[in-house]
């Protein structure tokens, strides 16, 4: 028989329905930051569900960061600002669950790195500018410092540089995925960064990379600036992605 195939239908349990009309009450603007939901006893009116009801959706709603409800407040929950959160939660969930390979997740860095930096060159400020020369000046200290404390030091001193190029782009979104790729990525290399017999000569070759990165960014250079950073970060981490997967890389240097 032709026609589509249907799939069988779930009951909707009823806080998950009072979830549903309070989310989409925030995302209209009809409930703002800083306002307050009803109490819970005019909820369970409003909606003609039991406490229990109630409560839990109070719960599912404050897991997902969209409201503050406090035990014993007799003020309704707290509309909360919006918070990268739980974007970064869902985006890291997602990165681990659906078996992304290391060549797809550094492949993503390059194409994210090289378009804040990019957007950098055009929109900084003279501080965050100062901001990204002060961040690979930690790293040059680091390095020389030499001790495993250093190179802990060297890596918190890069990530202050990226973070400083993403915000000088001036999108959220792209810092905030910057730093949920850049977190999975470091999880699934650290060790072997950890014990490369050439890591500071790898680091050395990165901070050389970085201060071409601040030059062009410096200049208003934003493609200059893009190119350099792809070709930065392909050279820190090719090494660690399997050769058969280095050409998806390679596509992006070209």
Known sequence: MGGPRFEPVRAVRAYERVVEQVEEAIESGSLCPGERLPSERELMVQFSVGRSTVREALRVLQARGLVRSRPGDPN????????????????????????????????????????????????????????????????????????????????????????????????????????VVRSIVLDLISGKIAAAPDREGLMRQSIGHHEEVIAAVRAGDGPLAARLSRKSMYDYYAGYVPVAERTALRALLE
């Open 76 to 179: 309704g929950a707290e509309v909360l600002p919006f918070s990268p959160v739980a974007l970064h939660k869902s985006m890291t969930t997602l990165a681990r669950v659906a078996e992304l390979s290391l060549a797809e997740l550094v492949q993503f860095r390059m194409v994210l790195d090289s378009s804040a930096v990019l957007l950098a060159a055009r929109l900084r400020t003279e501080e965050q500018l100062a901001e990204m020369s002060a961040a690979v000046a930690d790293m040059r200290a680091a390095l020389d410092g030499g001790s495993e404390q250093g190179f802990d030091a060297f890596g918190g001193a890069d990530v202050a540089f990226h973070d400083a190029v993403a915000r000088a782009s001036g999108n959220k979104l792209i810092q905030i995925c910057t730093d």
